[in-house]
């Protein structure tokens, strides 16, 4: 069974990038492990953009830390729970990630994940998602499973009960069909072009896919092959609440390179200057026919 690693060396990734991965895996794997040995509650701390923090959410950040810290090829991380960008060492290579993506789903057992974007960089601020050298996002359902691209397509990865991760498939494609995860639905509340996207995508007998969480979200597009994914803003939060950097621009990648697009409603999200770790946007992300309805609709 091919590994993870093998793929990464058959598409001709450098030597150093792959080390990069490997160590993102561990981090995954350790991850998926302690999801089934910590608690699920609050611990009464929040992270730097207030949100109420799990003991999960905080175990993972550590375990990505140390993963990173422990690379000698990483010399940048920024993550959802931190505040700002870290240097960390002389290495080539800056890795942004969400390590708990959904949080609110834990306590419920839906399923939940992690979110990784990689640059060749020694500052985040001013690139663009475009810049990317890799990006993935791992899954916490009934397996724990990995969508990866460094710019050729999207693979797929399952992590066996020894915890190595087997190839699967690659060579995704998103084309068109009738699935939609609707997101930030109060805003239609303020927003009548949003109400009408919705109502449309409800009487032309859309399938509603929708738990909550981006990464299952938006992985089951690329895995199923159609649909779109929404979070627009509204007047109280014109941006919404999904971060450029930890959330949008890696799924962006990923999506683009299984034939698929990712806007704000104006522009790709992979054009967007990255200016802050706080930086949020709103995001419409599917086939490019159901992203292009979203701009034409809320334009």
């Not at 999801?35 to 799990?54: A, M, P, R, W």
């Not at 500052?123 to 969508?147: H, N």
Request: proline fraction near 3%.
């Amino acid at each position: 069974m091919k590994k993870f690693d093998d793929y990464l060396v058959e598409k001709g990734v450098e030597p150093q990038l792959v080390e990069v991965f490997r160590s993102l895996f561990e981090g995954v794997k350790n991850i998926s492990s302690a999801i089934s040995t910590t608690d699920t509650g609050k611990i009464g701390t929040q992270n730097v953009f207030g949100e109420d923090q799990l003991a999960l959410d905080v175990l993972s950040d550590k375990i990505m830390n140390q993963v990173m810290d422990e690379n000698e090829f990483v010399g940048l991380i920024a993550s959802e729970e931190m505040d700002g960008e870290i240097k960390i060492g002389d290495g080539l290579y800056a890795c942004a990630y969400d390590p708990v993506d959904g949080s609110s789903l834990v306590d419920v057992n839906l399923s939940i994940g992690t979110i990784i974007g990689i640059y060749k960089a020694d500052t985040f601020v001013g690139l663009k998602g475009e810049d990317q050298v890799g990006a993935m996002i791992a899954v916490y359902g009934p397996s724990t499973t990995v969508l990866l691209t460094i710019g050729h397509g999207v693979a797929k990865f399952i992590m066996d009960d020894r915890g190595n991760f087997d190839f699967c498939e690659d060579g995704f494609e998103v084309a068109e069909g009738k699935m939609f995860a609707p997101g930030n639905l109060r805003a239609c509340k303020f927003r009548e072009d949003y109400l009408d996207l919705v109502n449309y995508w409800i009487k032309e007998q859309y399938t509603l896919r929708y738990s909550g969480g981006m990464v299952p979200d938006v992985g089951q597009i690329i895995l199923k092959g159609k649909g779109i994914f929404s979070y627009p803003g509204y007047e109280e939060f014109p941006d919404g609440k999904l971060r450029l950097i930890f959330e949008c621009a890696p799924m962006a990648f990923l999506m683009e390179q299984a034939g698929g697009a990712a806007s704000d409603g104006k522009m790709r999200i992979l054009e967007k200057t990255i200016e802050s770790m706080e930086q949020r946007t709103p995001i419409f992300i599917g086939s490019k026919a159901e992203v292009k309805r979203c701009e034409e609709l809320l334009s």
